[in-house]
């Protein structure tokens, strides 16, 4: 792999068409601070504009956390104006990486807690290893989740059960969830990064605007009515219609032959 920026807290890197952004603080679990959000911010905005990237794999340096949630030091000093603007930050950060019109698959490879587990919930498919532990444990220090998490997890697994797991602060296996629909897949710590290469390298061989496309009537779908999401996905079908990628996928299908999607 190769190093494409250079970040104070996080690591950028591209193999192919996969760019993999690893939180980089180990000795405190890869803890978010104000520094890390920044240069989150800056490694997705790379993987966005970078057209040779299909795919974002994130993931937290070594083997005992994805991210274990808000650093604590600045929290106990924060005043209600820093604690407003560090979430807004927070949470356009995670928008940014939902919206990314390309597949984010979060690999879990330890503690996803707090900002770690919203951090998961903005990306677009969640792997987990079997000893991946996940909750926002917010209210336990007077606070609650900022970064989305009492917004996409009630999308993702249901109000009740996200009312569970946010109220109590509980924190759950990896097993536990998966059971729930939290996680897709548990996989072993060793497969962990390579079965989500295997993941963003099949959907990378469709078109890359379909994805795009298909990503955006999904999310802004689900910020709406059916109606209104069956006319937004209409209108995403009509665009993807017109692109010279369409033209080449009916033509490969006709002609029994692989397509080569070139993301126009």
């Keep these: 792999m190769s190093p494409s920026i250079s970040l104070e807290t996080v690591l950028y890197q591209k193999k192919g068409a996969i760019a993999y952004v690893t939180m980089n603080r180990p000795k405190v679990l890869n803890a978010l601070n104000k520094r890390a959000i920044t240069d989150l911010k800056a490694a997705f905005e790379e993987a ?15 083997d005992k956390a994805f991210i274990a949630g808000a650093d604590i030091n600045e929290v ?68 609650m989740p900022g970064y989305g998490g009492t917004q996409r997890l009630p999308r993702l697994v249901g109000k009740s059960v996200a009312l569970h797991l946010i109220l109590t602060g509980e924190m759950i296996t990896a097993q536990e969830a998966c059971r729930i629909g939290l996680v897709n897949e548990v996989v072993p710590s060793s497969e962990l990064i390579s079965r989500s ?12 605007l379909s994805i795009k496309f298909a990503l955006q009537s999904v999310n802004k779908g689900l910020e709406t009515s059916l109606s209104e999401g069956l006319l937004l996905e209409a209108s995403l079908v009509a665009i993807c219609t017109s692109t010279e990628d369409k033209k080449e996928g009916a033509s490969a299908f006709l002609e029994k032959r692989s397509p080569k999607f070139q993301g126009r």
């Design 48 to 62: 966005r504009d970078d057209s040779a990237v299909r795919g974002v794999i994130l993931t937290g340096a070594g």
């Design 197 to 208: 290469e295997a993941i963003l390298n099949q959907i990378g061989a469709n078109a890359p």
């Design 76 to 143: 106990a000093t924060d005043t209600p104006i820093e604690a407003q603007e560090k979430t807004e930050r927070g949470q356009a950060v995670m928008d940014l990486i939902e919206n990314l019109g390309k597949p984010v698959i979060a690999a879990v490879n330890g503690f996803a807690l707090g900002g770690g587990c919203e951090s998961a919930l903005a990306c677009t498919i969640r792997l987990a290893s079997e000893n991946a532990r996940f909750g926002l444990p917010e209210v336990k220090l007077g606070i």
